[in-house]
């Protein structure tokens, strides 16, 4: 009796112990299942400003990340911004002046959370006569964006550096990068203004082109005050205002995400070619070019705010009439 009794006792004591953990685990179940399980949906181009999202997309096919995402990639801006204004997408990554754009045409509906990707544009030639920005007096050069960012980009830093862009040099414009490449290919010596990685593609077919100035750091050497900025990460105001979280967790993932690519560009550059459709082996080179970031609070305002002033300096229609107010720039 005595050994039936202390078999029933240990009996009890171990489906009570066995009812606490199922218990426990039941509270835990709970308390993730609590947490916001909104998907978000991000839209992105095919280049530089969406390569630093890649490691991300790659990570939620495994089921690696924290949060939930639907991504969709577009080749031109203006096949996500109407998704975004109709709320078909909560984030987009856009050229930064059509961010600016876009908060203006929807009465302040946007915010920028980050900047994506610093200055892309390269100042490239078939020799070795350009050193410096003055160098470009008197030359030719081929290139492509008249009436936008790269041409307005182009004109600030010759100016700043002492030279008239209409009188001091012959700016030769072509509808496609491909057209630059193409006549550089025809031209001996031949100079162009080109965004990478158009520049990278360029130098697989022309072996003697050589990048002769990174326009990036020209314009931070004419005004360190300011920086190029080639492209932003907004999300839709009432998004954020109702999921201040879960855009905490997002911004966490896409940093490692963006540090990640930049960091390993071999590795990243399958990813690149499967989510955003650029070739591996012109990935894998132009990504130490792309100058793909992320950057955010006050920083982001300081680069962002004066990159903006420039381009409405020299065309406000550029970033649309007017220049955006403080609440264009996300504060977590």
């Given at each position: 009796?005595?050994?039936?009794?202390?078999?029933?006792?240990?009996?009890?004591?171990?489906?009570?112990?066995?009812?606490?953990?199922?218990?426990?685990?039941?509270?835990?179940?709970?308390?993730?299942?609590?947490?916001?399980?909104?998907?978000?949906?991000?839209?992105?181009?095919?280049?530089?400003?969406?390569?630093?999202?890649?490691?991300?997309?790659?990570?939620?096919?495994?089921?690696?990340?924290?949060?939930?995402?639907?991504?969709?990639?577009?080749?031109?801006?203006?096949?996500?911004?109407?998704?975004?204004?109709?709320?078909?997408?909560?984030?987009?990554?856009?050229?930064?002046?059509?961010?600016?754009?876009?908060?203006?045409?929807?009465?302040?509906?946007?915010?920028?959370?980050?900047?994506?990707?610093?200055?892309?544009?390269?100042?490239?030639?078939?020799?070795?006569?350009?050193?410096?920005?003055?160098?470009?007096?008197?030359?030719?050069?081929?290139?492509?964006?008249?009436?936008?960012?790269?041409?307005?980009?182009?004109?600030?830093?010759?100016?700043?550096?002492?030279?008239?862009?209409?009188?001091?040099?012959?700016?030769?414009?072509?509808?496609?990068?491909?057209?630059?490449?193409?006549?550089?290919?025809?031209?001996?010596?031949?100079?162009?203004?080109?965004?990478?990685?158009?520049?990278?593609?360029?130098?697989?077919?022309?072996?003697?082109?050589?990048?002769?100035?990174?326009?990036?750091?020209?314009?931070?050497?004419?005004?360190?005050?300011?920086s190029m900025v080639t492209g932003v990460t907004i999300v839709r105001k009432e998004f954020a205002a109702e999921h201040p979280e879960l855009i905490k967790a997002f911004l966490?993932?896409?940093?490692?995400?963006?540090?990640?690519?930049?960091?390993?560009?071999?590795?990243?550059?399958?990813?690149?070619?499967?989510?955003?459709?650029?070739?591996?082996?012109?990935?894998?080179?132009?990504?130490?070019?792309?100058?793909?970031?992320?950057?955010?609070?006050?920083?982001?305002?300081?680069?962002?705010?004066?990159?903006?002033?420039?381009?409405?300096e020299q065309n406000a229609q550029s970033v649309g009439g007017k220049l955006p107010a403080d609440d264009f720039y996300y504060e977590a």
């Amino acid at each position: 009796m005595k050994t039936t009794k202390r078999f029933l006792l240990l009996a009890l004591a171990l489906i009570m112990a066995l009812s606490a953990f199922y218990s426990c685990d039941k509270e835990e179940e709970k308390e993730d299942k609590s947490a916001d399980e909104t998907v978000i949906r991000i839209g992105g181009l095919k280049g530089p400003t969406t390569m630093g999202l890649v490691k991300l997309m790659e990570d939620f096919s495994d089921k690696k990340t924290a949060c939930n995402y639907d991504f969709k990639v577009e080749a031109a801006a203006d096949a996500l911004t109407p998704l975004l204004i109709k709320g078909e997408l909560d984030m987009i990554a856009i050229p930064a002046n059509v961010a600016s754009v876009l908060y203006n045409k929807t009465n302040g509906g946007v915010q920028v959370l980050a900047i994506n990707t610093l200055g892309v544009l390269y100042i490239v030639e078939r020799g070795n006569s350009i050193s410096s920005v003055a160098d470009l007096k008197g030359k030719t050069i081929y290139a492509t964006g008249k009436g936008t960012t790269p041409e307005y980009s182009l004109r600030y830093i010759l100016s700043k550096n002492g030279l008239d862009p209409d009188e001091d040099v012959e700016i030769v414009w072509k509808t496609e990068a491909t057209e630059v490449v193409a006549q550089l290919a025809n031209t001996e010596g031949g100079i162009a203004m080109l965004p990478q990685p158009f520049v990278t593609v360029a130098q697989n077919q022309i072996t003697e082109l050589e990048i002769a100035l990174n326009l990036n750091d020209e314009w931070s050497a004419a005004d360190d005050s300011t920086s190029m900025v080639t492209g932003v990460t907004i999300v839709r105001k009432e998004f954020a205002a109702e999921h201040p979280e879960l855009i905490k967790a997002f911004l966490a993932e896409y940093k490692a995400s963006t540090e990640y690519i930049v960091a390993n560009p071999a590795e990243a550059a399958p990813w690149v070619e499967a989510k955003i459709g650029v070739k591996a082996p012109i990935a894998q080179k132009a990504i130490p070019y792309c100058n793909i970031s992320h950057i955010t609070g006050a920083d982001m305002k300081a680069k962002l705010s004066g990159y903006l002033g420039v381009l409405f300096e020299q065309n406000a229609q550029s970033v649309g009439g007017k220049l955006p107010a403080d609440d264009f720039y996300y504060e977590a």
